[in-house]
C-alpha cells in the first residue's frame, strides 16, 4: 500500500513538472518569436553571428539593403560574405574576426563604426557590437543604416556654403581694393578720425576675407571637390619654403620667435599635394606662432616612423587644456585662453587641416598638459613616397 501510494505521488509530482516545463518552453518560444519578430520588423538591417563567425540572423531590412537573400547567408562564415562585397568591408570584418579569434580583444562596451559605399552607389552606415552575457562571447550584432539621402543633404549643404563663399570673394576684393586706396590718400587728405575708421573696416574686411577664404575651402573639401594632385615630395625642401612664409608673418606682426628645425638629411620622400601639405605645415605653424608669447620656442622635426613620416610641430605657448583638446579639430572651436581670443581667427584651421591629413590617407593628433608655458605638441603622418624609394634602391 505505502508503496503504491509513493508511486501515485511521484506520477503527480513528474506530471506536475512536466507541465510546468511544457509552459516554461512555450513561454520561451513565444519570447524568442516575438523577439525575432521585433528583429524582422526594424527598418535597420540586422546581422548576427555566433561566437564561430557564422551568419545566424539575416532581417528583412538587411536584405533589401545589401541586396541579398537571407538564404544565401544564413549558416554561412562571415568569410563567404567578404567574397560577395569585395573589400568594401573591410575593416568590419577584420573587427569580426579579430574578436572571434582573441575573446579578450575586446571590452563589453565596444562598438566599431563604419560607412560602406555599395556599388549600386548606396551608403551604409554599419555599427557593430560584440554580444556579450557574463563576460561570455555569444557572438556580434551590425546593424545597418542606410544614410544615402544623410550624405546627399549634406554634399548639397557643403556644395550651397562653396557657392555662397565663392560669391561673396569678389564683392570682399573690391571693398579692400578701395579700403586700401582711400588709407593711401589717393582720394584726398583723410582727417584722423576718418583714418580710424578705415583702419577699422580694413581689418575687418581682413577678417572677412580670411573666414570666406576658409568656409570655401572647408566646403570645397566636404563637397568632394577638391582633389589632391600627387606626386613626390622632399619634405625638407618644403618646410624650407614654408619658413620664408612664416619669417614674413613674424615681421608682419612684429613678434619675435625662436624657431628651430630637425629633419633628418636622408629623409626619404613623402606621397602628397605639395600645395595643401604646405597649407597645413602654415597653418600649424601659424598658430603655433599666435599662440606663443614673444620670444617663445616653435620647434618642427620629421622622421621616418614604418611607412610614414612623422612630423612634430612644438610650441612652449599657452597651450590647450584637455578638455579643449577633443574640440579643436572641430568647426569653428576657438579656445578660452587669453591669446586665443586676441588673435584673430576662424576656428577652420585645424579642421582643414586634419580634413586635408586624412585625405592624404595620415593621421594628427596634440599633446599638451593644458599649463602656460608648457605649450602643445601637434603632430601628423604622411605617406612615403614607396614607387620612388624602390626606384632609387634600384638605382
Ligand atoms: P583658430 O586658430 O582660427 O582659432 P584653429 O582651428 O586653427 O582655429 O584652432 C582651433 C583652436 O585650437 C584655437 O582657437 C586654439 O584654442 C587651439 N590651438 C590650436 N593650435 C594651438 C597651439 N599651438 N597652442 C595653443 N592652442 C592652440
Known amino acids: 500500500m505505502a508503496v503504491a501510494i509513493k508511486n501515485a505521488e511521484l506520477y503527480h509530482l513528474t506530471r506536475d513538472q512536466k507541465e510546468e516545463l511544457s509552459t516554461l518552453l512555450r513561454d520561451q518560444r513565444v519570447e524568442t518569436s516575438r523577439s525575432r519578430s521585433i528583429l524582422e520588423a526594424i527598418a535597420d538591417g540586422v546581422l548576427v553571428t555566433d561566437q564561430h563567425g557564422e551568419i545566424t540572423l539575416f532581417n528583412h531590412s538587411a536584405e533589401r539593403m545589401l541586396e541579398l537573400k537571407r538564404a544565401e547567408v544564413i549558416g554561412r562564415s562571415i568569410e563567404h560574405f567578404s567574397g560577395l562585397f569585395g573589400g568594401i568591408a573591410l575593416a568590419w570584418m577584420n573587427t ?83 579700403v586700401d586706396i582711400l588709407l593711401m590718400g589717393v582720394a584726398g587728405e583723410l582727417s584722423d578720425q576718418q583714418l580710424r575708421f578705415l583702419r577699422v573696416v580694413q581689418e575687418n574686411t581682413e577678417r572677412l576675407t580670411i573666414l570666406v577664404n576658409d568656409l570655401l575651402d572647408l566646403s570645397r573639401i566636404e563637397a568632394g571637390q577638391v582633389i589632391l594632385s600627387m606626386g613626390s615630395i622632399d619634405l625638407s625642401d618644403l618646410i ?84 579643449e583638446q ?41 599633446q599638451s598638459s593644458g599649463i602656460e608655458g608648457e605649450g602643445s605638441i601637434f603632430s601628423f603622418t604622411l605617406p612615403l613616397f614607396t614607387t620612388a624609394r624602390k626606384a632609387i634602391k634600384v638605382r
Do not use: C
Not at 612623422?310 to 605657448?317: A, H, L, P
Open 96 to 178: 569580426i574576426n579579430s574578436w572571434i579569434q582573441d575573446h579578450g580583444s575586446f571590452h563589453p562596451m565596444n562598438t566599431f563604426s563604419e560607412q560602406v559605399s555599395l556599388d549600386n552607389g548606396n551608403v551604409l552606415s554599419v555599427n557593430l557590437a560584440p554580444v556579450i552575457n557574463n563576460n561570455e562571447f555569444f557572438g556580434t550584432v551590425s546593424v545597418f543604416r542606410d544614410i544615402t539621402h544623410l550624405i546627399e543633404v549634406d554634399r548639397l549643404k557643403s556644395e550651397f556654403v562653396a557657392t555662397v563663399s565663392h560669391e561673396l570673394r569678389t564683392p570682399m576684393t573690391s571693398i579692400k581694393g578701395y
Open 240 to 323: 624650407e619654403e614654408v619658413m620664408e612664409e612664416i619669417d614674413r608673418l613674424t615681421v608682419a606682426e612684429n613678434k619675435s620667435m625662436q624657431f628651430e628645425l630637425d629633419l633628418p638629411p636622408d629623409l626619404p620622400l613623402i606621397k602628397g599635394d605639395a600645395e595643401r601639405i604646405r597649407q597645413i605645415l602654415i597653418n600649424l605653424l601659424g598658430n603655433a606662432f599666435h599662440y606663443t608669447p614673444s620670444n617663445g620656442n616653435v620647434s618642427l622635426s620629421a622622421r621616418q616612423t614604418g611607412e610614414e613620416i612623422q612630423v612634430d610641430i612644438k610650441d612652449n605657448g599657452v597651450g590647450i587644456p584637455p578638455k
Open 326 to 366: 577633443e574640440r579643436i579639430f572641430d568647426r569653428f572651436y576657438r579656445g578660452e585662453n587669453h591669446m586665443v581670443i586676441a588673435t584673430a581667427g576662424t576656428g577652420l584651421g585645424l579642421s582643414i587641416v586634419a580634413k586635408l591629413i586624412n585625405m592624404h590617407n595620415g593621421r594628427i593628433w596634440v
